[in-house]
């Protein structure tokens, strides 16, 4: 089955303890995002990578960093999480960057950081 | 910057029709996106527009008008379980995807 997949699905964890969300997607999209979800909001790209060692910010990237050394995997790693980073997390794919291709999103990863 | 409206929230009664619009001002335009968002729930897409006029998918239909930076979602014969979230996104120059808010859709018997 086409599917990105994220884990974990919920994470609680203490100020500056670091941590990683994975993302993976079986697709052979090129295209992968971060995006954090919080009410009043919407959702906000954290960062985003066109394809393989190819990443850039979106418009939330403080605090956060991304990895993409294989096209299938684009891990999330927050080095020292802060309150203010408890939200809900998707990753998304696409097949390409642009264009009608859309996203296809991960199941989430809600983080509470206490 | 982009700036993408929705309305907050909307109730409908089972069976009716209706209209959730969206109004844009993005750098560029590549196109625009209806999501449906349950929940807790991933956003999974329902409709893409790139030219004007109206797409038609079932219950659901989406109408773009590129000069007026306006498109709305239509749902006909509305059930319970389209009780969620409807996000417009918009592709801009740069091919990223700006999502607007999100409007509540609340389905009353």
């Known amino acids: 089955e086409a599917q990105v997949t994220q884990n974990p699905r919920y994470l609680i964890t203490v100020t500056g303890k670091k941590l990683t969300v994975t993302c993976s997607q079986n697709m052979n999209h090129e295209y992968m995002s971060w995006y954090r979800q919080d009410p009043g909001l919407g959702l906000r790209q954290i960062y985003y990578?066109?394809?393989?060692?190819?990443?850039d910010k979106g418009d939330v990237p403080e605090g956060y960093k991304v990895s993409r050394k294989e096209k299938r995997n684009f891990p999330l790693i927050l080095e020292s999480p802060s309150p203010n980073q408890t939200s809900l997390y998707f990753c998304a794919s696409s097949l390409r960057y642009g264009g009608n291709y859309g996203y296809t999103f991960g199941s989430g990863t809600r983080l509470t950081v206490v | 910057g982009q700036n993408i409206d929705q309305p907050t929230e909307m109730t409908a009664t089972e069976g009716a029709i209706v209209q959730i619009n969206c109004t844009y001002q993005?750098?560029?335009?590549?196109?625009l996106f209806w999501y449906q968002q349950h929940a807790g729930e991933a956003p999974t897409f329902l409709s893409y527009?790139?030219?004007?006029g109206l797409e038609e998918k079932g219950r659901f239909s989406s109408f773009l008008s590129r000069s007026k930076g306006y498109s709305y979602l239509l749902l006909k014969e509305l059930q319970m379980k389209d009780s969620a979230s409807y996000l417009c996104?918009?592709?801009?120059?740069?091919?990223?995807?700006?999502f607007g808010k999100g409007t509540s859709l609340l389905v009353t018997p």
């Open positions: 993005t750098s560029g335009f590549n196109g």
């Open positions: 990578s066109m394809n393989v060692e190819v990443t």
């Open positions: 996104a918009v592709c801009d120059s740069g091919y990223a995807l700006n």
């Open positions: 527009n790139v030219l004007d």
